[in-house]
Every structure is written in structure tokens, then in C-alpha cells.
């Protein structure tokens, strides 16, 4: 199916409560909402004899200016807005549903905003900042991590109240890019930035635990754009610099520099690992990487034994080595 939108979109996600609602953000401030379970009358067939494409339109579309009012970051904005929403269906609106204006004629689910929080009043401290990712812990999706221009990943909840961390420090000053939630732990945090450094944090403790840089690139060639933690080997994660080469780290063999680094031609925008598949027999489900560029072109690479998926035994092994790692630097 084709996704199609009223405006550019600079990220989509999948509902995880949901699977059958896609929420996009779009670079004027809206977010769309695109309903995979709607009826396929409703929708546009581009394909031909060969192929069948439905060309899908968004079941809703917040107003402009009645959420964000610039570019969309999973519903956080560049300029430090942060609105958690609600989702309603049709079934539990009591008519409420009915009424909104953004809502297709066929659709059957809205969202309205919950809570709306801005950083820039929360941290009046940090003068003119800009933020440039989210992350919410699979464990506790309460507690939002921020990156920042400077460098700064600010912490709060989405529920209100005091973290015991406000904010983690980076090592020097340098432009935070992308931040990575530990797959396995609601404590560590992946954080990659403009000086090439990746910086491991504890969400109790504001400086890094460590730090890690790749010696062999030039200075500025090394900016990390993103970070992906396996969800299956706690001691590997994948970086993506400026240069567009991805690096695999596995500190179970080195913490100084990456074990591989390949290079692509084209300018990758999006680099996701498949989720783990959990199998009822002991033979781990293959793993894969998908790359995307701005030229249009998805590569999905099958990952081999020795970065894919491994045995539950195996994965607690590992997860108790890396433990016993970080903890050195707590």
C-alpha cells in the first residue's frame, strides 16, 4: 500500500498498542493518522493488471496550528514542544468523534492532546536550544529523553513531577543527534553526536558513564546521525555516520574502535533493525537491517550468525557481561 499525506512528512511510526495505526509527522506541524484496517472502498487503487497498490489517505489530520507549529519529531517539535495525545475510537467517543472537522468520512479514529509540555519554560537555563530526537524507554514510556543542539539530553516525565536526573552532560560541547533507549534496561541510554563521540548514560546519573570515539575517522567525517542497539546481543549496537558508513560495535571484542565499517554511495536517512520474533522452537528467527535513502530505495540485508539473533542462554550471558561492564563506571 501507498501512504499518502496532504503535506511532507518527516517521520511515521507504527502504534504499538495498535499495529493497525500508522501516525505521521508532518513539516507544517500536523500529525496524520492512517488506518490499515479501514475498508478498501475507501481508498484509491493506482496499480494495474500486474499490480495492486492502494493508495491510502489519512483517516485524520489534526488542524494546523491547533498542535505543533513547525516541524514534527514524534510529536516533539524543533523548538522544545513536547504534546502527549490521547487516541479515541469511534466506538468509546460517545459522538465526540463525530463532530472533528480533521476526521475522514470513513474514519473512525481521532486524537486529541492530552498534556502539552514545553521544555523551553521546564529548562529556562538553556538558552535557545533546538532538539533533534526523542526516546521513550519500552519499559516505562513516562520518563521522555531529549537531545539537543548543545549537546544537553534533557530528561522529564510525561505524567508531571521530578526526575532525579533533570538533564545528562555531554563530555565537551557538541550538538546531540540521535539517542538510543537500552532494548533490555529502562537505565541506559545511547546518546550520538556531532564530535563523533557515543556516550553511554545511567538515567540516575547526568555525566556519561562512557564514552566512546572512533580513532580512525577524520574529525569531520565522524558526525553520528544514528545509533541502533541490537534487541538480541547486549554488547552490539550499529552507528551511522556523516560519511554514510555504518560502523558495528561489539564490545565484547573492543571498546576503542568499531569491528566493521561499510561504506554506502547513497545518503542513508533511516537504518532499523526487525524486531526479535519470539519462536517456540530453539532455532533463533533471522535478523535483518533495512536501510533507506533519500533517493526513494529501501535495502532490507539479512544479517548472518554472529550479528542476528541468538538462543535466550545466550542473550542472558551476554546481558550479564555487558552489566558487569557499565557497572565499572557507575
Known amino acids: 500500500m501507498l501512504l499518502v499525506s496532504f503535506g511532507e512528512i518527516s517521520c511515521c511510526i507504527f502504534s504499538l498498542d495498535c499495529p493497525s495505526l500508522i501516525f505521521g509527522g508532518l513539516n507544517n506541524g500536523t500529525i496524520v493518522i492512517w488506518d490499515t484496517k479501514e475498508n478498501l472502498t475507501c481508498h484509491k487503487n493506482v496499480g494495474n493488471e500486474s499490480t495492486n497498490i492502494l493508495m491510502r489517505s489519512p483517516t485524520y489530520t489534526t488542524e494546523i496550528h491547533q498542535g505543533h507549529c513547525c516541524k514534527i519529531l514524534c510529536s516533539l517539535d524543533e523548538d522544545g514542544e513536547v504534546i502527549v495525545w490521547s487516541v479515541i475510537f469511534k466506538g468509546s467517543s460517545r459522538g465526540r468523534i463525530v463532530e472533528n472537522q480533521g476526521l475522514a468520512h470513513w474514519g473512525a479514529v ?107 575517522t577524520i574529525e569531520e567525517k565522524c558526525k553520528i546521525q544514528k545509533i541502533q542497539w541490537s534487541y538480541n546481543r547486549p554488547l552490539l549496537f550499529y552507528t551511522k555516520d556523516i560519511s554514510n558508513t555504518i560502523h558495528i560495535w561489539n564490545l565484547k571484542v573492543s571498546d576503542m574502535f568499531p569491528i566493521y565499517s561499510v561504506p554506502f554511495k547513497d545518503n542513508i536517512v533511516c537504518m532499523k533493525l526487525s524486531p526479535v520474533i519470539k519462536s517456540n522452537d530453539d532455532v533463533p528467527e533471522k535478523t535483518y537491517m533495512m536501510i533507506a535513502t533519500d533517493k526513494g530505495s529501501v535495502y532490507v540485508h539479512l544479517l548472518d550468525d554472529e550479528h542476528g539473533q541468538q538462543s535466550l542462554q545466550e542473550f542472558e550471558e551476554d546481558k550479564k557481561k555487558f552489566l558487569n561492564y557499565i557497572n565499572r563506571y557507575v
Open 110 to 216: 481521532i486524537i486529541t492532546i492530552n498534556t502539552r509540555i514545553s521544555l523551553k519554560k521546564l529548562y529556562p537555563e538553556i538558552d535557545d536550544f533546538k532538539c533533534t530526537d526523542l526516546a521513550l524507554s519500552q519499559f516505562d514510556s513516562s520518563h521522555l529523553y531529549i537531545s539537543t543542539s548543545y549537546g544537553i539530553i534533557v530528561h522529564c516525565l510525561a505524567t508531571g513531577g521530578r526526575t532525579s536526573v533533570k538533564k545528562f552532560l555531554p563530555e565537551t560541547q557538541s550538538q546531540a543527534n540521535c539517542l538510543e533507549m537500552c532494548p533490555f534496561s529502562p537505565q541506559y541510554i545511547l546518546a550520538g553526536f556531532d564530535n563523533g563521540n557515543i556516550n553511554f548514560y545511567s538515567r540516575v546519573i547526568e555525566r556519561p558513564l562512557m564514552v566512546l570515539s572512533n580513532k580512525d
